[in-house]
């Protein structure tokens, strides 16, 4: 499975020069979603990112314990981002004091502190706690942003109900845990985020960065590096060049080919 408009070596290439703050565009389609390692929430951590939407009613993000009792899941709803979780099956809902579907950028950051979890919307707080037997959220699953994999057993969700809620439609960028890039494992029908590919810059030393059909081309010309990010060295001395290799070549009877002609050093 790839993200569609990029094969999977330069989505992967991408993703380690530019990590997530490539930003995933969602279209709202049935059966998509993107899949990210476990993110271990279980005592303390904290999991940021940014996003812009227009949808009223949408899941943004989901992970549970494998069909028991914890989950965290957010969602827009009326407008409003919404989290609800549960720990050792005692379960709470906090909602952001501001509306978040209006095709604007919002900074979004949710907080585990063992029982205590804080949902902050642009700086604005909401907290709340439950109070169950066990100390500790259980996490098995990785993390899914926009939607659930339809082909993951309804058994297998804690809340079985995931799968049928409506996808998220927008854009996601940044996201982190506790201020660390998490590895995305998979993804279907997402594209990545091209308005923010030459914001970040890919290209180093120097080179421009330009979209082409809709992907990024990193011009070197002016630079005395090459290749796809102008992260290789180029030969802008090639007679000195050739008078190195030539000087490692001496007692070895070998022949060297530079540019467009050979020369033959003679033990």
């Known amino acids: 499975m790839t993200l569609l408009r990029y094969p999977v070596q330069l989505q992967l290439l991408l993703?380690?020069?530019?990590?997530?703050?490539?930003g995933l565009e969602f279209p709202?389609?049935?059966?998509?979603?993107?899949r990210f390692l476990r993110w271990d929430a279980s005592t303390r951590s904290d999991l940021s990112f940014r996003v812009k939407?227009?949808?009223s009613t949408a899941l943004v993000l989901y992970f549970d314990d494998g069909g028991y009792c914890d989950f965290l899941q957010l969602m827009v709803v009326e407008g409003k981002l919404q989290l609800r979780f549960s720990i050792d099956c005692a379960e709470t809902t906090l909602v952001s004091g501001k509306r978040v579907n209006d095709s604007s950028w919002h900074s979004v950051t949710v907080s585990r502190s063992n029982l205590r979890t804080v949902l902050s919307v642009d700086g604005d707080s909401k907290a709340d706690e439950v109070r169950p037997q066990r100390q500790y959220m259980k996490i098995v699953s990785d993390l899914f942003l926009g939607g659930v994999p339809q082909d993951i057993r309804t058994s297998a969700l804690t809340l079985p109900t995931a799968k049928d809620l409506p996808p998220f439609k927008g854009v996601i960028r940044d996201l982190k845990y506790s201020n660390k890039e998490p590895t995305l494992l998979s993804s279907q029908r997402v594209r990545m985020d091209t308005e923010?590919?030459?914001?970040?810059n890919p290209c180093e030393n120097g080179g421009?960065?330009?979209l082409v059909d809709g992907e990024p081309q990193c011009d070197c010309s002016k630079t005395e590096y090459t290749g796809r990010f102008c992260s290789e060295e180029a030969?802008?001395?090639p007679g000195l060049a050739?008078?190195?290799m030539a000087e490692q070549a001496k007692s070895k009877g070998i022949a060297l080919s530079f540019s467009s002609f050979a020369v033959w050093f003679e033990k």
């Open 53 to 55: 939407t227009d949808a």
């Open 196 to 200: 923010g590919v030459c914001t970040e």
């Open 208 to 210: 421009i960065c330009a």
């Open 28 to 34: 709202g389609a049935r059966g998509q979603w993107a």
């Open 15 to 22: 993703s380690t020069v530019l990590g997530s703050c490539l």
């Open 242 to 244: 050739h008078m190195m």
């Open 235 to 237: 030969n802008t001395i």
